[in-house]
């Protein structure tokens, strides 16, 4: 692959995209709490967005099938943490670059907290990015996915889909526009939160007691003495 190719999320249409990414995630991240979040980006320059509630990032890069960043791991395998490890999970198309995006989702929800957001952001394939992008890359564009194919999986998972929304501009331009046509934008945005876990009361069973044994003696009765 040549380094147009792996350029193309430095490009000045996606940095731009990027930022727009950004200020439509605000809103809905910024009450976001918690000490951990988890970052997978396609470069190890996106930073992640500035919240007041949440303490430390994890920031991966996903590419050539391998993460790397904070840490070193081969993409195919499961995420090297612990289950319900973030209270919030930034996946920065990094759907678009999975060799397995399925497991990747999956495994988002694995190590995301109970009530934890995931946010996932990407390229839409139906918008005028697609032939822009199969040009920039000659022909070996990431694989884009619709939200609605998203949808389908985020539903077979423990979440909860809260907010869905095209974002960007109409067509990739190297600068913002403000009067974007966000219905028809080039990128989305989705949130989803992972289900409280649901705590069942112990029903418990009544257990029956021997009755105390009365060793009085009868009225006029009278014990007999030990020979």
């Known amino acids: 692959m040549s380094q147009r190719d792996l350029d193309i999320y430095s490009s000045a249409p996606l940095r731009s ?3 727009e990414e950004t200020a439509a995630l605000m809103p809905g991240l910024q009450r976001c709490s918690g000490t951990h979040a988890l970052q997978v980006s ?4 996106h930073s992640p967005p500035v919240l007041p509630l949440l303490g430390n990032w994890t920031r991966l890069k996903l590419h050539g099938g391998r993460y790397s960043g904070d840490l070193n791991a081969r993409g195919d395998e499961p995420l090297p943490f612990v289950d319900d490890a973030f209270e919030l999970i930034l996946l920065r198309h990094a759907l678009e670059v999975s060799s397995t995006p399925q497991e990747l989702l999956e495994e988002a929800c694995r190590v995301l907290a109970p009530g934890g957001v995931l946010a996932i952001t990407g390229l839409h394939p139906f918008s005028a990015w697609l032939p822009w992008m199969m040009w920039r890359t ?3 564009a990431p694989a884009m996915r619709s939200p609605i194919l998203l949808e389908r ?3 077979r998972i423990e979440l909860d889909i809260e907010h869905i929304e095209r ?3 109409l067509w990739p331009r190297p600068h913002a526009a403000m009067d974007s046509a966000h219905v028809f934008g080039g990128g989305y945005l989705m949130l989803a939160r992972k289900r409280r876990r649901v705590a069942t009361p112990i029903r418990l069973k009544p257990k029956t007691m021997p009755a105390p044994v009365s060793v009085g003696l009868a009225p006029g ?6 020979s």
């Open 42 to 45: 396609v470069s190890q320059d």
């Open 167 to 169: 974002i960007g501009q």
């Open 17 to 19: 995209l990027l930022a």
């Open 138 to 140: 000659r022909g070996h």
């Open 153 to 155: 999986w985020v539903r």
């Open 221 to 226: 009765a009278r014990r007999n003495a030990a």
